[in-house]
């Protein structure tokens, strides 16, 4: 591509943000959209309605993963991906995700009004259920492809109501053994998703896109700590064997085990704390956290689980409770392709932009695909790094810049 400024839309791209965001469970400016929900289903149908506009080759795979595909020259080589998620969390916004997808939507646009014939075929992937809200686990879908889930304990899936991911994805209309979703390595040539930061640091430093380098990854667990209770009056503080007070204790050694690695990328969090019984005047008797531990190398992050687990034996022995721990998920951190990063940094100095390379901190499909196909991440910047929430926001000054970039890096890619 030359230097020329593409032929990108970046009014037809913003308003049908602003559409996919009015198909919620919730009314503007709230976005809910959980997976297999009527919201989800509707949404799905927009964006396969602009796929097809645009004349792209549309399937679905069993769990509910859709691929758009411009077909190249030649078919037969394994295409280039992009893509990202459109289900929404409960109280998000607009951009989380749906840049991706419809950005992604809008840079094979872009390639094809200026006439460029890829060789690779260039294919959108919208995929399932990247927020854990329903089932309690993110990035199904991409998970399954990665066969990193397998279908028996995808089978065990349930919400909250019971319902089984079995259940749901037949209500949908999505059928097919869940075997066939995993697919092997190579099935994309490389894979690009373009999202938003969800941190502050692009805007904080002037900067239009950011290249990335590595993603972090997660090792959640479900803490539960049992004491004795009894009435808050009756009896003393020296017998006392209080669950919270423990479950306290041991919040604060995860936050001085990730602080103590001396890395900027350690981090750890306590997101969820459920008390039992929950009376004002009553002993906690049972506590159940989860623990979020997240690094981008595995080795650091595995060393905080270590010191929790010490840190638990210690406190379960001190104040005479029971501590029991159950791992959740510890998925790899994610190494990005360099050969995608030096073709992102290409294309934002060919197109003007100022850049960065930088570090991921949130999940993201591209974890997942990155173990079946050389993976990386492009960002934009969101305003004071908010997202999430339904004041988050990106610029379509921004959303501009990252469409540019990834639309030329496709058509390098794709070459």
Same mark, same amino acid.
């Given at each position: ?115 460029f014939k890829p060789r ?105 700590i049992e004491g004795e ?9 020296? *017998?006392?064997?209080? #669950? @919270?007070?423990? &479950?306290? /204790?041991? %919040?604060? =050694? ?6 103590? $690695? ?40 595995? *060393?905080?689980?270590? #010191? @929790?687990?010490? &840190?638990? /034996?210690? %406190?379960? =022995? ?6 029991? $721990? ?24 060919a197109a003007g932009k ?62």
């Open positions: 591509m030359s230097s020329a400024r593409p032929s990108l839309s970046i009014d037809r791209l913003i308003g049908e943000l602003q559409t996919l965001a009015r198909i919620s469970e919730a009314g503007p400016p709230v976005v809910t959209r959980v997976v297999f929900s009527e919201a989800d289903m509707r949404a799905r149908a927009y964006v396969r309605e602009l796929c097809d506009e645009a004349g792209l080759s549309i399937s679905n795979d069993a769990v509910g993963n859709t691929f758009a595909r411009w077909i190249g020259s030649e078919r037969d080589l394994a295409p280039i991906g992009t893509g990202s998620h459109i289900d929404a969390i409960p109280n998000a916004g607009l951009y989380d995700g749906c840049v991706g997808v419809l950005g992604g939507l809008e840079a094979i646009r872009v390639l094809q009004q200026l006439g690779r075929s260039i294919e959108l992937v919208i995929f399932t259920a990247e927020e854990p809200t329903r089932f309690g686990i993110g990035c199904l879908g991409s998970r399954m492809m990665a066969n990193v889930l397998a279908p028996a304990q995808a089978r065990a899936l349930r919400d909250k109501e019971g319902q089984g991911l079995e259940e749901l994805r037949a209500k949908t209309g999505f059928t097919g053994a869940l075997e066939s979703v995993a697919v092997k390595p190579g099935r994309f040539h490389k894979f690009l998703e373009l999202h938003i930061e969800q941190g502050p640091y692009l805007e904080e430093e002037g900067l239009d896109v950011g290249l990335v380098t590595h993603i972090a990854a997660p090792a959640s667990q479900r803490v539960v209770g009894g009435h808050a009056g009756g009896q003393l503080m020296p *017998g006392r064997k209080d #669950a @919270l007070t423990a &479950a306290a /204790e041991l %919040i604060l =050694a995860l936050e001085a085990a990730a602080k103590s $690695t001396g890395a900027i990328d350690t981090v750890g969090t306590v997101g969820i704390c459920e008390v039992f019984p929950g009376a004002v005047n009553s002993i906690p008797s049972r506590v159940s956290i989860t623990t979020d531990v997240r690094d981008t190398e595995s080795t650091r992050r595995d *060393g905080v689980l270590e #010191a @929790l687990r010490r &840190a638990s /034996e210690d %406190i379960a =022995a001190r104040r005479g409770v029971k501590i029991a $721990t159950e791992l959740i998920n510890a998925d790899p951190p994610t190494t990005c392709d360099p050969e995608i990063l030096d073709a992102l940094e290409d294309s934002a100095s100022k850049s960065k390379r930088m570090v991921a901190r949130a999940y993201h499909d591209s974890s997942f695909v990155s173990c079946f196909a050389p993976t990386a991440m492009l960002f934009i910047p969101c305003r004071d790094g908010v997202s999430h929430r339904p004041d988050e926001y990106a610029s379509p000054e921004w959303i501009e810049s990252g469409v540019h970039v990834l639309s030329r890096t496709l058509a390098t890619l794709a070459s």
